[in-house]
Protein backbone atom coordinates (compact mmCIF):
# COMPACT_ATOMS: atom_id res chain seq x y z
CA UNK A 1 0.00 0.00 0.00
CA UNK A 2 0.88 3.47 -1.11
CA UNK A 3 -0.19 7.10 0.56
CA UNK A 4 -1.46 9.00 -2.37
CA UNK A 5 -2.05 12.89 -2.16
CA UNK A 6 -5.84 12.79 -1.34
CA UNK A 7 -5.22 9.74 1.41
CA UNK A 8 -2.87 12.06 3.29
CA UNK A 9 -4.67 14.90 3.06
CA UNK A 10 -7.64 13.12 4.85
CA UNK A 11 -5.05 11.62 7.50
CA UNK A 12 -4.19 14.95 8.61
CA UNK A 13 -7.24 16.40 8.62
CA UNK A 14 -8.42 13.50 10.62
CA UNK A 15 -5.57 14.55 12.81
CA UNK A 16 -6.62 18.25 13.45
CA UNK A 17 -10.15 17.03 14.22
CA UNK A 18 -8.56 14.42 16.78
CA UNK A 19 -6.97 17.54 18.60
CA UNK A 20 -10.08 19.40 18.23
CA UNK A 21 -11.96 16.98 20.46
CA UNK A 22 -9.25 16.49 22.87
CA UNK A 23 -7.88 19.69 23.77
CA UNK A 24 -9.34 20.13 26.77
CA UNK A 25 -7.75 17.00 27.83
CA UNK A 26 -4.60 17.89 26.66
CA UNK A 27 -5.23 21.41 27.82
CA UNK A 28 -5.51 19.42 31.58
CA UNK A 29 -1.90 18.43 31.05
CA UNK A 30 -0.03 21.25 30.38
CA UNK A 31 2.75 22.16 33.18
CA UNK A 32 5.76 22.16 31.17
CA UNK A 33 7.35 25.00 30.56
CA UNK A 34 4.52 26.91 31.86
CA UNK A 35 1.20 25.95 33.70
CA UNK A 36 -1.09 28.23 31.36
CA UNK A 37 -3.48 25.40 29.87
CA UNK A 38 -3.41 26.05 26.37
CA UNK A 39 -1.57 23.33 24.49
CA UNK A 40 -4.29 21.59 23.46
CA UNK A 41 -5.10 24.80 21.95
CA UNK A 42 -2.50 25.74 20.05
CA UNK A 43 -1.83 22.41 18.75
CA UNK A 44 -5.65 22.12 17.33
CA UNK A 45 -5.42 25.91 16.06
CA UNK A 46 -2.53 24.85 14.40
CA UNK A 47 -3.59 22.17 12.22
CA UNK A 48 -8.02 23.53 12.46
CA UNK A 49 -7.39 25.69 9.19
CA UNK A 50 -5.94 21.93 7.07
CA UNK A 51 -8.59 22.13 4.06
CA UNK A 52 -10.46 18.70 3.66
CA UNK A 53 -10.82 19.42 -0.31
CA UNK A 54 -8.49 18.60 -2.82
CA UNK A 55 -8.05 17.83 -6.63
CA UNK A 56 -8.49 15.01 -8.69
CA UNK A 57 -4.54 13.28 -8.95
CA UNK A 58 -3.05 15.65 -6.44
CA UNK A 59 0.23 14.34 -5.10
CA UNK A 60 1.76 13.63 -1.75
CA UNK A 61 4.28 16.01 -2.09
CA UNK A 62 1.74 18.82 -3.51
CA UNK A 63 -0.58 18.25 -0.60
CA UNK A 64 2.25 17.87 2.62
CA UNK A 65 3.42 21.21 0.45
CA UNK A 66 0.09 22.98 1.64
CA UNK A 67 0.03 21.31 4.53
CA UNK A 68 2.97 22.61 6.01
CA UNK A 69 2.73 26.22 4.47
CA UNK A 70 -1.35 26.13 6.49
CA UNK A 71 0.37 24.67 9.59
CA UNK A 72 3.10 27.48 9.38
CA UNK A 73 0.66 30.07 9.35
CA UNK A 74 -1.73 28.74 11.87
CA UNK A 75 1.05 28.03 14.50
CA UNK A 76 0.20 28.68 17.93
CA UNK A 77 2.21 28.76 20.76
CA UNK A 78 5.21 27.05 21.80
CA UNK A 79 3.77 23.64 21.02
CA UNK A 80 1.58 24.41 17.33
CA UNK A 81 4.87 25.71 16.16
CA UNK A 82 6.84 22.19 16.99
CA UNK A 83 4.29 20.97 14.97
CA UNK A 84 4.12 22.84 12.65
CA UNK A 85 7.62 22.64 11.55
CA UNK A 86 7.36 18.59 12.05
CA UNK A 87 4.94 18.63 8.89
CA UNK A 88 7.65 21.10 7.06
CA UNK A 89 9.81 18.49 7.59
CA UNK A 90 7.48 15.85 6.33
CA UNK A 91 6.92 18.21 3.30
CA UNK A 92 10.21 18.14 2.66
CA UNK A 93 10.84 14.51 2.79
CA UNK A 94 7.92 14.37 0.09
CA UNK A 95 9.40 16.51 -2.25
CA UNK A 96 8.82 15.10 -5.94
CA UNK A 97 7.00 12.26 -4.50
CA UNK A 98 3.82 11.02 -5.80
CA UNK A 99 2.83 8.12 -3.73
CA UNK A 100 4.68 7.62 -0.50
CA UNK A 101 5.97 3.94 0.64
CA UNK A 102 7.03 2.72 4.15
CA UNK A 103 10.43 3.77 3.25
CA UNK A 104 8.93 7.39 2.47
CA UNK A 105 6.82 7.70 5.15
CA UNK A 106 9.90 6.68 7.83
CA UNK A 107 11.91 9.56 6.07
CA UNK A 108 9.31 12.15 6.76
CA UNK A 109 9.32 11.02 10.39
CA UNK A 110 12.89 11.83 10.82
CA UNK A 111 13.26 14.96 8.48
CA UNK A 112 9.87 15.96 10.80
CA UNK A 113 11.72 15.78 13.97
CA UNK A 114 14.56 17.25 12.79
CA UNK A 115 12.70 20.27 12.00
CA UNK A 116 11.07 20.01 15.58
CA UNK A 117 14.20 19.88 17.15
CA UNK A 118 15.68 23.04 15.61
CA UNK A 119 12.76 25.38 16.38
CA UNK A 120 14.20 25.02 20.27
CA UNK A 121 18.00 26.46 21.13
CA UNK A 122 17.47 23.96 24.55
CA UNK A 123 15.95 21.06 23.88
CA UNK A 124 14.48 19.36 27.00
CA UNK A 125 13.43 15.39 27.08
CA UNK A 126 10.77 14.28 27.81
CA UNK A 127 8.61 16.38 25.59
CA UNK A 128 6.74 16.39 22.09
CA UNK A 129 10.29 16.34 20.47
CA UNK A 130 10.98 12.89 22.78
CA UNK A 131 8.22 11.43 21.58
CA UNK A 132 9.09 12.58 18.00
CA UNK A 133 12.24 11.66 18.09
CA UNK A 134 12.01 8.06 19.30
CA UNK A 135 9.00 7.28 17.29
CA UNK A 136 11.55 8.47 13.93
CA UNK A 137 13.36 6.08 15.09
CA UNK A 138 11.29 2.83 15.58
CA UNK A 139 9.94 3.96 11.62
CA UNK A 140 13.09 3.86 10.13
CA UNK A 141 14.48 0.99 11.82
CA UNK A 142 10.97 -0.86 11.22
CA UNK A 143 11.23 0.00 7.40
CA UNK A 144 14.41 -0.95 7.19
CA UNK A 145 13.86 -4.31 7.12
CA UNK A 146 14.56 -6.36 4.15
CA UNK A 147 13.41 -9.71 5.60
CA UNK A 148 9.38 -9.56 6.14
CA UNK A 149 8.85 -5.35 5.56
CA UNK A 150 5.84 -4.28 7.44
CA UNK A 151 2.85 -2.95 5.68
CA UNK A 152 1.57 0.63 5.62
CA UNK A 153 -0.41 0.01 8.40
CA UNK A 154 1.68 -2.19 10.79
CA UNK A 155 4.22 0.52 10.37
CA UNK A 156 1.92 3.93 11.94
CA UNK A 157 0.96 0.78 14.27
CA UNK A 158 4.57 0.45 15.32
CA UNK A 159 4.80 4.26 15.56
CA UNK A 160 1.96 4.55 17.71
CA UNK A 161 2.92 1.69 19.61
CA UNK A 162 6.39 3.42 20.83
CA UNK A 163 4.84 6.80 20.54
CA UNK A 164 2.82 5.80 23.50
CA UNK A 165 5.46 3.90 25.44
CA UNK A 166 7.80 7.17 25.00
CA UNK A 167 4.09 9.08 26.66
CA UNK A 168 4.42 6.73 29.79
CA UNK A 169 7.67 7.59 30.29
CA UNK A 170 7.82 11.07 30.06
CA UNK A 171 7.38 11.40 33.95
CA UNK A 172 10.76 9.91 34.22
CA UNK A 173 12.41 12.13 32.31
CA UNK A 174 10.76 16.08 33.75
CA UNK A 175 10.30 15.78 37.44
CA UNK A 176 7.93 18.83 37.08
CA UNK A 177 6.00 16.11 35.11
CA UNK A 178 6.62 13.61 37.36
CA UNK A 179 5.69 15.73 40.49
CA UNK A 180 2.29 16.87 38.86
CA UNK A 181 1.62 13.26 38.15
CA UNK A 182 0.73 14.00 34.47
CA UNK A 183 2.46 12.95 31.36
CA UNK A 184 3.42 15.82 28.63
CA UNK A 185 0.79 17.75 27.31
CA UNK A 186 2.19 18.23 23.96
CA UNK A 187 3.51 14.33 23.53
CA UNK A 188 -0.18 13.60 24.78
CA UNK A 189 -1.23 16.06 21.16
CA UNK A 190 1.10 13.57 19.15
CA UNK A 191 0.04 10.73 20.05
CA UNK A 192 -3.60 12.06 19.12
CA UNK A 193 -2.25 13.07 16.08
CA UNK A 194 -1.38 9.77 15.19
CA UNK A 195 -4.43 8.10 16.78
CA UNK A 196 -5.56 10.53 13.88
CA UNK A 197 -3.86 9.38 11.01
CA UNK A 198 -4.32 5.95 11.50
CA UNK A 199 -7.76 6.38 11.42
CA UNK A 200 -8.23 7.75 8.22
CA UNK A 201 -5.10 5.40 7.33
CA UNK A 202 -8.31 2.66 7.92
CA UNK A 203 -10.74 4.23 6.06
CA UNK A 204 -12.49 5.54 9.67
CA UNK A 205 -11.66 9.20 9.47
CA UNK A 206 -12.38 11.66 12.50
CA UNK A 207 -15.23 13.80 12.47
CA UNK A 208 -15.56 16.73 14.89
CA UNK A 209 -17.54 15.80 18.35
CA UNK A 210 -19.24 18.97 17.59
CA UNK A 211 -20.13 17.53 14.36
CA UNK A 212 -21.93 14.58 16.15
CA UNK A 213 -23.62 16.75 18.47
CA UNK A 214 -20.48 15.27 21.18
CA UNK A 215 -19.17 17.33 23.99
CA UNK A 216 -15.34 18.00 23.72
CA UNK A 217 -14.44 18.84 27.95
CA UNK A 218 -12.57 17.13 29.78
CA UNK A 219 -13.46 13.23 31.07
CA UNK A 220 -10.66 13.04 32.78
CA UNK A 221 -8.80 16.06 33.95
CA UNK A 222 -4.71 15.23 34.97
CA UNK A 223 -4.46 11.71 35.21
CA UNK A 224 -1.24 9.46 36.17
CA UNK A 225 1.53 8.51 33.59
CA UNK A 226 0.50 4.90 34.24
CA UNK A 227 -2.78 5.17 32.93
CA UNK A 228 -2.47 7.35 29.72
CA UNK A 229 -5.68 7.33 28.12
CA UNK A 230 -6.27 5.90 24.87
CA UNK A 231 -8.55 8.87 22.92
CA UNK A 232 -11.62 6.76 20.89
CA UNK A 233 -13.15 7.39 17.93
CA UNK A 234 -16.52 6.95 16.44
CA UNK A 235 -15.86 6.18 12.85
CA UNK A 236 -17.90 8.39 10.70
CA UNK A 237 -17.52 9.86 7.19
CA UNK A 238 -16.58 13.62 6.37
CA UNK A 239 -19.58 16.16 6.44
CA UNK A 240 -19.70 19.38 5.20
CA UNK A 241 -20.29 20.63 8.81
CA UNK A 242 -17.00 19.02 9.81
CA UNK A 243 -14.60 20.56 7.65
CA UNK A 244 -13.13 24.36 8.83
CA UNK A 245 -12.75 26.69 6.02
CA UNK A 246 -9.00 27.79 5.50
CA UNK A 247 -7.91 30.83 7.02
CA UNK A 248 -6.87 34.01 5.15
CA UNK A 249 -6.15 36.12 8.23
CA UNK A 250 -2.55 35.06 8.96
CA UNK A 251 0.20 35.11 6.71
CA UNK A 252 3.79 33.59 6.52
CA UNK A 253 6.17 36.10 8.36
CA UNK A 254 3.57 35.59 11.07
CA UNK A 255 4.77 31.85 11.31
CA UNK A 256 8.65 33.03 11.29
CA UNK A 257 8.15 35.68 14.19
CA UNK A 258 6.60 32.64 15.65
CA UNK A 259 9.23 30.32 15.32
CA UNK A 260 11.97 33.22 16.53
CA UNK A 261 10.26 33.48 19.55
CA UNK A 262 9.48 29.97 20.46
CA UNK A 263 13.80 30.31 19.78
CA UNK A 264 14.36 32.93 22.00
CA UNK A 265 11.85 32.11 24.64
CA UNK A 266 13.52 28.06 25.61
CA UNK A 267 17.14 29.69 24.69
CA UNK A 268 19.37 30.47 28.07
CA UNK A 269 19.29 34.38 28.46
CA UNK A 270 22.11 36.20 31.33
CA UNK A 271 19.57 39.50 30.98
CA UNK A 272 16.49 39.54 31.39
CA UNK A 273 16.05 43.07 30.82
CA UNK A 274 17.41 42.91 26.80
CA UNK A 275 14.15 44.29 24.89
CA UNK A 276 13.85 41.82 21.27
CA UNK A 277 13.11 43.56 18.03
CA UNK A 278 10.32 41.14 17.10
CA UNK A 279 9.09 40.64 20.78
CA UNK A 280 6.35 43.39 22.22
CA UNK A 281 6.61 42.07 25.97
CA UNK A 282 8.90 44.42 27.93
CA UNK A 283 10.78 43.19 29.22
CA UNK A 284 11.11 40.07 27.25
CA UNK A 285 9.50 36.77 29.46
CA UNK A 286 10.47 33.25 28.47
CA UNK A 287 7.60 31.75 27.04
CA UNK A 288 5.84 35.06 26.67
CA UNK A 289 6.77 36.46 23.50
CA UNK A 290 4.63 38.67 21.38
CA UNK A 291 4.90 39.06 17.82
CA UNK A 292 4.63 42.70 16.82
CA UNK A 293 1.98 41.99 14.11
CA UNK A 294 -1.47 43.48 15.54
CA UNK A 295 -3.27 40.49 13.54
CA UNK A 296 -1.53 37.27 15.05
CA UNK A 297 -2.68 35.73 18.55
CA UNK A 298 -0.13 35.38 21.36
CA UNK A 299 2.15 33.22 21.10
CA UNK A 300 3.06 30.99 24.48
CA UNK A 301 4.19 27.55 24.98
Do not use: W
Not at 14 to 35: H, M, R, T, Y
Not at 188 to 209: D, S, T, W, Y
Amino acid sequence: MKINGSLFRSMVVSAGNALENAKQKINDLNVFPVPDGDTGINMSMTLGNVSAEGREGETIGEVSREIASTALRSARGNSGVILSLFFRGVSRAFKDVSRADVSDIARAFTLGTEEAYKSVSNPTEGTILTVMRLSAEAAEKAAGKKLNPPTMEELFDKILSVARETLDKTPEMLPVLKQAGVVDSGGMGFVVVLEGMIAALHGKPVALAAARGEGTGSVFGKFKASSTPRISFTPTAPSASSVRAPSTRAREPAANSAVSCLRRATAPSSSTTRRSSNCTSTPPTPGKCFPRRSNTARFSP
